[in-house]
């Protein structure tokens, strides 16, 4: 089998680095991402690290021991168009790029040493030399023979300068350091498993043999064993698959929980556009609708309904919304985050029946506020409810 040289590239503080890129003046300083008013926090510089903000810190906690940094609510559309920025980069080094998430990617760079006349090592850096230059996005890098030991590479990239490389002279001792339950893809049932029969570190877990792993943790366990080892049993896709459903959900943007309607359906109206923009940039289209309040004391009301004809339509679909909200919202109950879920999702062509008919005017109308979004930023027009 010929070894795969495969880079993970994690971008650093994604959600943070962002604001800095939009924003200059953040740099330098305590800054964090927060869920919301009444969220959380999500992101933090480096500055806020040395500070003591943790991740997770609830805001008015964060506020009150750390009053000096700035917290900034999430705003995803952002964080969304500067990784398509990030992966657009990627895809200059090598045709095969997988995107694990917002932030996260593996790249198969193997044979690329005589198109760049550089080695892998070199290759790297000025992967992250570019990205740099073109999206103002610091990243970490780790460099091996498996996504595993990649992934554990990227981890350790973050504390020495950016790039970590995990060589065949490397593997045995930084899998000595490892303990099983870093390694990704063993969970928490599995690693629990290997500490009862006395495995504590992933080099332990490899000196098993197959026979002894497929017994304890399946397949996957002897596939793990073979990624640690340095063997590209995982191959880097490129392969893009459509999401199974699409969620957009978030705490109530004013900054206080409400019972008020005037303030939940606003909300929902929102979260519905950004549903429906995400659809269409797929080119597809949902057969039944779900609307989601959460409580002050996080309890969760869901209905959902089936459509008589797939649409893309946020216009269509408000309609249904209004029909969903009254059976689940309840006046006097306090209400802290909101959402849409789209699902039975179809994409390319579909069989319409005889008698289909597209709203002409609704789906015009909707392309508009796509392309006035594209020009003048997400969130820039936004339909009635």
Known sequence: MKKRVIA?????????????????????????????????????SR???????????PLFMAKKEFPEANYIIADHGKYHEYSKRVIACLADFSPDVEVVSVDEAYVDLTGTRKLFKKNYQDICWLIRETILEKTDIPVSIGLSYSKLLAKLASDKAKKTGGLFVIGKNDIMPVLEKTYIEEVCGIGRANSLTMKRNGILLASEFVAKDDAWLKTKLGINGVELRHELLGESVSKVSNKFEYPKSIQDTSTIC????????????????????????????????????????????????????????????????????????????????????????????????????????????????????????????????????
């Open 8 to 44: 993970l590239v994690d971008c650093d503080s994604f959600f943070v680095s962002c604001e800095q890129a939009d924003d200059k003046g953040y740099k330098g300083t305590p800054t964090c991402v927060v869920s919301g008013r009444n969220g959380c926090v999500l992101s933090r």
């Open 47 to 57: 500055e806020a690290k040395q500070l003591g903000v943790r991740m997770g810190m």
């Open 254 to 385: 004013d900054g206080s929980f409400s019972d008020d309607l005037k303030v939940i359906k606003p909300e929902i109206s929102r979260h519905l556009h950004n549903a429906c923009s995400r659809l269409r940039y797929y080119k597809g289209k949902c057969a039944s609708i779900g609307v989601m309040l959460r409580t002050k004391d996080f309890a969760t009301l869901y209905d959902k309904r089936n459509l008589l004809k797939p649409t893309d339509l946020e216009i269509t679909l408000q309609k249904t919304v209004n029909e969903i909200l009254p059976n689940i919202y309840r006046q006097g109950i306090t209400y802290r985050s909101t959402g849409i879920v789209l699902e039975n999702l179809t994409f390319g062509n579909e069989q319409l029946s005889l008698f289909h008919q597209e709203d002409e005017k609704e789906k015009t109308l909707s392309q508009c506020i796509d392309n006035i979004e594209k020009r003048f930023g997400r969130n820039a027009i936004r339909t009635g409810f």
